[in-house]
């Protein structure tokens, strides 16, 4: 089972920043509202995530570690319209065998938190507020080609923000904070929307934190819904795109996705409006029934399948079309 887990981390765990975008994930589905990466070497050396949600309760902490072990599918209904960040129950038990993990963890209902060493089995007591951190360190310490694949420490640690980055872009509801070698990279305070800030604000100040003043002011609003589609977020105009050349956010359901159909629908537009926008900077944000969308290609679930591509092409290119063809004020 050792090696079966080898071979899944293959597929799941690439570099620091795979596992960096699996524990905050995880965080995220535990109900985080704050959640602190802490890293060494580029997440080489060290790699923990620390939140504030619901935590695991001391006897599932084994379990935890363990393939196929999810709290996420109930039953096969779920399988289908599975819409939580995740749900394979593969990313702990592949990271953990390829690295020495370690699992820290307190409930609302315990009056201590516990400590779990994956690599001993050892699980006692432990201090800590209610939620969890996971700690990964040495990475590939026992598959050397593997690790021989990482490149620079500023590499590495490039990745794991970009991986934190696009977790910020799709949830301004949560603080998240990046440290390296005890120094503080980046931090995007939570702005839960409410009352006194709705949703589109909440989510513009969170562009504005993470992608910078600049791309805010210098973008326009998406918005469309057509038939079961609905598209939302910003579209940088040419003046922010100069500034950075490889940001292009996509979500679906609210999931970072790299997706062909939806770049190449965003690129169509561009070319259409503004005449050969190479590298536009944009956050685009695809809500879809998820019985239309397969998020099921591949372990990562950075990939997806739509039902109908056609469908979902069309209403992308014309939501940026008429956002940037739109007079700005
Ligand atoms: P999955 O997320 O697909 O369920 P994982 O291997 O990523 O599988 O995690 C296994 C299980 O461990 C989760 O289903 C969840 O019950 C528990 N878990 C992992 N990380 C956390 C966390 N930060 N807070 C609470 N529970 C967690
Ligand atoms: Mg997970």
Redesign the pocket.
């Known amino acids: 089972d050792e090696l079966i887990s080898q071979i899944a981390a293959g597929e799941v765990v690439e570099r620091p920043a795979s596992v960096v975008r ?2 905050v ?3 995220l ?4 509202t704050q959640i602190t990466v802490r890293l060494m070497a580029g997440g080489v050396r060290l790699i923990a ?1 620390e ?1 504030d ?4 309760p001391q006897d ?1 902490l084994p ?5 196929h ?5 109930r039953d096969l209904h779920d399988l289908e319209t599975v819409c ?12 953990a065998s390829v690295s020495e993990t370690a ?1 820290l ?1 307190r409930t609302a209902g315990q009056a201590s938190a516990f400590l779990l060493d994956a690599r001993s089995g050892e699980l006692r007591p432990a201090a800590r507020a209610q ?4 700690e990964v360190k040495e990475l590939f310490f026992s598959t050397p080609a593997r690790r021989k694949f990482l490149k620079t420490d500023a590499t590495e640690l490039a990745h794991c923000v970009e991986a934190v980055r696009r977790h910020a872009l799709a949830r301004p509801d949560v603080g998240f904070a990046v440290w390296h070698e005890g120094k503080l990279v980046e931090q995007w305070r939570a702005c839960p929307s409410g009352p006194e800030l709705s949703a589109d604000d909440a989510l513009a100040r969170r562009l504005a934190d993470v992608l910078g003043e600049d791309f805010v002011a210098q973008s326009v609003p998406v918005l469309r819904r057509v038939g079961p589609v609905t598209i939302t977020g910003r579209a940088g105009v040419p003046d922010a795109a100069r500034s950075r050349p490889d940001h292009q956010y996509c979500y679906v359901n609210g999931r970072f996705v790299r997706d062909k159909v939806l770049t190449h629908a965003a690129r169509s537009a561009y070319e259409d409006v503004l005449h050969g926008q190479r590298q536009p900077v944009y956050a685009l944000y695809v809500e879809i029934d998820p019985a239309r969308v397969d998020v099921n290609v591949h372990p990562t679930k950075i990939e997806v399948r739509f039902r109908d591509s056609r469908e979902v092409h069309q209403a992308v290119r014309h939501a940026v079309e008429d956002a940037l063809a739109a007079p700005r004020a």
């Open positions: 699996e524990l994930d995880n965080a589905d535990a109900g985080a995530v939140d949600g619901c935590g695991i599932e379990v935890a570690l363990r393939r072990a999810t709290s996420k599918i939580t960040m995740g749900f394979r129950g593969e990313a702990l038990a592949a990271i699992l963890s939620g969890t951190t996971v």
